[in-house]
């Protein structure tokens, strides 16, 4: 009888490739760090277009777009280092830093132990959120006459306004995080004999802090977005006193070289927290 011959192994199909433009897929980290250099280059190629590139106007070679309206990419640059030598912009910042990280300490010491209050007990919230809830909807300049009534013009309303600018976004975050805490958690822990004290402390505390990390990034931008208005009150050092001194001198250079810096500072510092966050908090991605 004739023996059968060997089935044929299945040849394995080789894994497609995803594409770059997938409905909600994540790219690989070098398709992801091409395209975001690619775009910082077409923005300073534009920038250098805009104001390298010559025209004549009534006889008189000027830019495309004016330095009064947009100084050139060299100019910035040769501001950036007269700030730093000159007019001390280190220092500048790190008195900006400071307030920054005592309103972020304040905000913390509020919204933290409220914000768990209110996410753990609906009448606590019941209680705090007709009172919240309207000022993160006031214009956060509205209240720089009151804080000079209360605290002057000196540091500690500086602090204030970052402080109210900040905790009015991070309340809501905080008790966000401890509603998205998987009730299965806290039925577990009820029937394992815990009580609502142990059930906040071991299970919704610790669930929500990857989520109130997140919040702390958020609470970080806005407060590098607000410390230029705080400082514009009787400006005497900080970033905004630089950006002040920009305007006094008429020096849209001096002002682009002060953004910019405050946008890289606000950058590697969301970078920090991002990083202590998955220090922490490694199990997050594993549980996603």
């Avoid at 008195?95 to 007990?121: C, D, Q, T, Y």
């Avoid at 606590?124 to 009534?149: D, G, K, Q």
């Avoid at 309303?157 to 998205?180: E, H, M, S």
Wanted: hydrophobic share 55%; proline share 6%.
């Amino acid at each position: 009888m004739p023996s059968e011959a060997p089935a044929a192994k299945p040849t394995p199909r080789k894994r497609a490739t995803p594409s770059i433009w997938a409905l909600r897929s994540s790219i690989s980290a070098t398709a992801g760090r091409t395209a975001s250099l690619v775009s910082l280059a077409v923005l300073l190629a534009v920038w250098c277009v805009l104001t390298y590139v010559h025209v004549d106007r009534n006889g008189v070679s000027e830019p495309l777009v004016k330095a009064a309206f947009l100084p050139a990419p060299d100019a910035v640059l040769k501001s950036l280092f007269y700030l730093v030598f000159e007019k001390d912009l280190l220092g500048a910042l790190g008195v900006s830093a400071l307030r920054i990280l005592k309103a972020f300490a304040l905000s913390i010491a509020v919204a933290l132990p409220l914000g768990i209050a209110m996410g753990s007990f609906e009448l606590i919230n019941r209680i705090f959120e007709p009172i919240v809830a309207p000022m993160r909807y006031l214009p956060i300049t509205a209240f720089i006459p009151l804080l000079i009534l209360w605290f002057g013009i000196d540091e500690s309303q500086k602090v204030a306004f970052l402080f109210i600018g900040t905790v009015v976004y991070l309340l809501p975050a905080v008790v966000d995080a401890i509603r998205l805490v998987p009730e299965e958690l806290v039925q577990t822990a009820f029937t394992l004999g815990a009580t609502k004290a142990q059930v906040i402390r071991t299970v919704l505390i610790p669930a929500a802090m990857p989520a109130i990390f997140d919040g702390f990034r958020v609470m970080n931008a806005i407060a590098w977005t607000y410390i230029i208005l705080a400082e514009l009150v009787n400006a005497q050092s900080g970033i905004g006193y630089i950006l002040h001194l920009a305007e006094q001198h008429f020096k849209p250079e001096w002002s682009f070289a002060g953004i910019l810096v405050v946008g890289v500072i606000g950058i590697l510092s969301d970078v920090a927290i991002r990083g202590l966050n998955r220090l922490l908090f490694n199990w997050r991605e594993a549980d996603v």
